[in-house]
């Protein structure tokens, strides 16, 4: 007998044999993917138009 328990707990891998949860996991971090990517966009827009209207960037 080692010291590790080799017992399976209910937890121990409940969340990924469940395919519906692991949809639900990506497509959470597809949305949060997609919404950091359009807050950038965003932001470089914001810079853009402080750069055309000749504001300074670095104040």
């Known amino acids: ?6 017992t399976v707990s209910n937890g121990d891998g409940e969340h990924s044999a469940d395919p519906q949860h692991r949809a639900d996991v990506e497509a959470l971090w597809l949305a949060l993917d997609a919404d950091r990517r359009a807050q950038d966009e965003r932001l470089a827009r914001l810079r853009a138009m402080r750069l055309i209207g000749g504001e300074d ?3």
Do not use: E, P, V
């Not at 007998?1 to 080799?6: I, K, L, P």
């Open 57 to 59: 960037d670095a104040a």
């Open 1 to 6: 007998m080692d010291a590790f328990d080799h």
